[in-house]
């Protein structure tokens, strides 16, 4: 009785690797299967490299908001004046309050705030500003702020009548660090004619990047009890900005937030600050993935009309082959071998390719701005100054596994073809 032999054994290999590097004149590997080698390595690396963006992008987007902003926002419903009927949201207590919010389990930092848009004047130019009111201690703290790398000044000289500004500010009004900016408002001293507008000038003592366009260009930090004087909240702050130790968890810090900090206490969190657009991300993520993975399966079925025209080339190899005893299993194998050898080379190579964008995407963006002359990239609209690319193990794998799924399914109808050919059709007009 003749043994068995197992699957993939090495003849099958023997001949498969015989068939794809013979000639085209021979009858071996057809055009056909370069454009689908050529098609699945492009549509890796356009899927990889999609991935990569999309994940930096995110967690540059999210770094930005945490780095520079509160991951919760508590502030005071308010009182109603009885007699102007004006809603009164300052918080007087905010000192015991952020001493118990202090005490919830997670929060890192709570600092209070004082906040007001002015006007920002200096060298015959203007500019609409978002004033925080804070702490110099609390300041200290931010970290995308205080980054001796991005800012220049001297942070520890924040205080007293010395502010920071955002470097889209400095830039815009030609502003640098010892220079002087005039803060306009337009509710400053009550007087018997009314409210007259409210100009100070302020030392520039910091100037920061905080890695988001519209925060550097538009936020001024001043100190706290400045800052009370300045917009008429003597003993009060506007809200308290607090900081916790899993940001992506933020909801579930929430209640324990909210029960510390009182009854008519009111919480705003980076999620619903920003959730649209991470939702939006949420969603093109999805659609440009399932996009690319139909462009993944166009190159490879590219796969099966070589893989079919390679089975019709070598239709008296595979007569020959199976009256000398291989069966249809073997015959299979051989040609499926061929087919996956197409899809596994193309993913690596696409993998490769793929990473190389993702690692070096700096110096190939530098190149394309250069080559089309700037401006390709305008933080205006987009909020962040690069584009970001990170590559990610889950992300690479997926792409990964997508291609060769898709590589060895569509390798399995031409090989099961092969297998199932008649040898007596094959030889009978050789």
């Not at 702020?145 to 502010?163: H, K, L, N, Q, W």
């Amino acid at each position: 009785m003749a043994r068995r032999t197992p699957p993939f054994a090495p003849f099958e290999w023997m001949i498969a690797w015989r068939y794809l590097r013979a000639k085209r004149a021979e009858g071996g590997v057809s055009v056909m299967t370069w454009i689908s080698l050529v098609g699945i390595t492009l549509a890796v690396f356009a899927l990889i490299a999609t991935l990569a963006v999309r994940s930096g992008f995110r967690t540059e987007f999210v770094d930005t908001i945490l780095g520079a902003n509160a991951h919760v926002t508590v502030y005071s419903g308010g009182v109603r004046d009885a007699e102007t009927g004006r809603v009164d949201r300052s918080i007087p207590e905010y000192a015991e309050m952020a001493d118990r919010v202090r005490g919830v389990e997670g929060v890192t930092r709570v600092a209070p705030l004082v906040k007001g848009q002015v006007m920002g004047t200096a060298n015959g130019r203007n500019a609409g500003v978002e004033v925080f009111g804070i702490a110099p201690e609390d300041l200290a703290t931010i970290p995308r702020v205080a980054d001796p790398e991005t800012a220049s000044g001297d942070i520890d000289a924040f205080g007293g009548e010395r502010i920071a500004i955002g470097s889209g500010i400095a830039r815009d009004l030609d502003l640098g660090v010892g220079d002087s900016i005039r803060l306009i408002s337009p509710d400053g001293v009550k007087t018997a004619f009314g409210t007259s507008p409210r100009v100070k000038a302020y030392e520039i003592a910091y100037v920061f990047t905080a890695g988001r366009y519209d925060i550097d260009r538009t936020r001024v930090y001043m100190p706290f009890e400045e800052a009370q004087l300045y917009f008429n909240r003597e003993g009060a702050a506007d809200e308290l900005e607090v900081m916790i130790d899993d940001p992506e968890a933020v909801d579930r810090r929430v209640p324990e937030i909210l029960a510390a900090a009182g009854d008519n206490a009111y919480a705003w969190t980076w999620q619903d600050a920003s959730g649209g657009f991470l939702r939006a991300l949420e969603i093109e993520d999805n659609v440009m993935f399932v996009i690319l993975s139909v462009l993944v399966l166009i190159a490879a079925m590219n796969i099966v009309s070589g893989l079919i025209m390679l089975v019709k080339n070598k239709g008296r190899d595979i007569g020959i082959l199976r009256t000398m005893g291989l069966t249809e299993g073997a015959v299979l194998r051989v040609f499926f071998i061929c087919g996956a050898f197409t899809g596994i080379l193309g993913t690596l190579a696409g993998t490769i390719l793929g990473c190389l964008f993702a690692i070096y995407i700096d110096p190939i963006f530098s190149l394309v701005n250069y080559v089309s002359g700037g401006g390709v990239w305008d933080p205006a609209v987009r909020g962040i100054y690069a584009l970001p690319a990170e590559l990610q193990l889950a992300d690479v794998l997926s792409a990964v596994a997508l291609s060769l799924g898709l590589s060895f399914v569509v390798t399995i109808f031409p090989a099961r073809r092969a297998a199932r050919m008649n040898p007596v059709e094959a030889l009978r007009y050789e």
